[in-house]
Structure formats: structure tokens, C-alpha cells
């Protein structure tokens, strides 16, 4: 009998030591490596884009909040998981280290990834907070919502002198998000159905009909613009009040007005 429990009680101190430890610090390191995986610096303004708001406050919170707030984590945590994994080397299992190892690591490598991106030509475009992220979300906004075909039937009915290039502003009275299209075209719901600030129909380089919708105010716009398959899409421009520029699919694309 002695012998059995002896048996067992090797097999239980054998998978305990095989078994992943997993104590508050470890739930703790792995909440701030899953946080650095799936929410990237941009995330705010990918948000932003999204749901097609452009909100000065988020945007401030994530330039001096989110960010040194993610910077003074990643600190603590090396350091303090450096200090720990030092102290019990001999004590940890391989396991245990290897785990320790891991969450050192992936912090640095975010934060070399970083850098890279913002000092070198290398881009991560959803790891900078700014207008990229921003430009995304948006596009995979426009992408969810568009019936791009039923537009551009809708836009082949139009005549050349329909097409003027004017900006129409949409919103009406003091309710920001009520619209009035203009009674002079039968404006098709595939439209309406965005709730843009203004509407620009326009000629394309091969004098075809195209639509170009857009929103903001004093802080920036963006939009997109739609027209025939062929419609060249023009690459982005950085120069001041240029367009960053993302292709929704040939003839079709979301923009980001640069200040």
C-alpha cells in the first residue's frame, strides 16, 4: 500500500512540475502582452475610422494617455519580470522560464517595432497613432456599407452638365446629423445611406460621372470618392493639404485630407 501511494505521489510532483504555474503576476504580464498584440498604438484613431467619428478627445487621450500609459507598463513589467526571472532561475521549471522569457520579450519587441516604424522608412501603418489608422478604419467602414455597383449605375444615368464639381453641403439646420439632399437629382439610397456632410459630383480623366462624398470640419475631412472601373486612382499626395489615399477596389477610393 505504502508502495502505491509512493507510485502516485511521484506521478503528481512529476506533473506538477510540468504543469504551466500561472499566479497573479503571470495573469497580470499576460493581460499587458495580449493589450500590446491586439491594441497597437493606432487603435484609437482605427476606431475613430470605424465608426466614422473624428473626436479631438480620443485622440488626445490616446496621444497622452494611452501611449505613456502603455510606455510606463512595458517598463514596470520588463523590469519588474527581468528581476523575477533572475531571482528564481534555479527554482523555475524550463517551462516557467521560457514563459518568463516571453513576456520579456514581446514587450521589447513591440517597442523595437515601434521605433522602426516611426524613425525609419519601414511603416506599420496601424502601429501610428495619426490619420493612416484612421484612414482604415474607415475604408473598412465605407467597405461594409457600399453598394458600389448600384452607385455606379446610378451615376451612368447622370449628364455631363449634372456633373459640375460644386460641393453641396448636406447638413441642415442645427441637428448635425440630419441631411437634405438637393431636389434637383434623384439622389439613390446606396448614397443617402452614408449621411455625408457634402456631396461633389464631378468628371473624371475619361469625362465620366464620379461622386465624391465627405465629412469633417475645422480639425480635417475625408471621404471617398466613386466612379467607372477605369478611373484612375491618383497616388497619395503628402504635401500640405494633400490626400493620403487607400483603393476600396478599381475606381474607388477612401482619402484623408493631410493639414
Partial sequence: ??????????????????????????ALISALVAFIIIAPLGWIEYLNGRFN?????????????VVPAVGIL???????????????????????????ISQIGIPIVFV?????????????HLWQPGYKPFTYGFRNRIRSEADIEDIRAWLKTLSKEECT?????????SNLYERRWP????????????????????????HNPKVRLTWGGPFGHWGVEI??????IPPSDFSQWGEYRLPLEPGAYVWYELQ
Wanted: charged share 25%; hydrophobic share 40%; proline share 3%.
Fill in 74 to 100: 512595458i517598463i514596470v513589467f520588463v523590469i519588474a519580470s527581468t528581476v523575477q526571472l533572475l531571482c528564481n532561475w534555479k527554482t523555475y521549471t524550463k517551462r516557467k522560464r521560457l514563459i518568463r
Fill in 53 to 65: 467619428i473624428h473626436s479631438i478627445f480620443l485622440t488626445f487621450l490616446d496621444a497622452c494617455i
Fill in 1 to 26: 500500500m505504502d508502495e502505491k501511494e509512493n507510485i502516485e505521489t511521484a506521478q503528481i510532483e512529476k506533473e506538477s512540475n510540468t504543469r504551466i504555474d500561472l499566479n497573479m503576476w503571470d
Fill in 165 to 173: 464639381g460644386e460641393y453641396t453641403a448636406l447638413s441642415y439646420g
Fill in 227 to 232: 466612379g467607372m472601373e477605369d478611373m484612375k
Fill in 112 to 124: 523595437a517595432s515601434f521605433i522602426i516604424s516611426v524613425f525609419t522608412p519601414v511603416e506599420i
Fill in 183 to 206: 431636389d434637383s437629382l434623384e439622389w439613390p439610397e446606396s448614397l443617402k445611406v452614408f449621411r455625408p456632410g457634402y456631396v461633389n459630383l464631378d468628371l473624371d480623366e475619361n
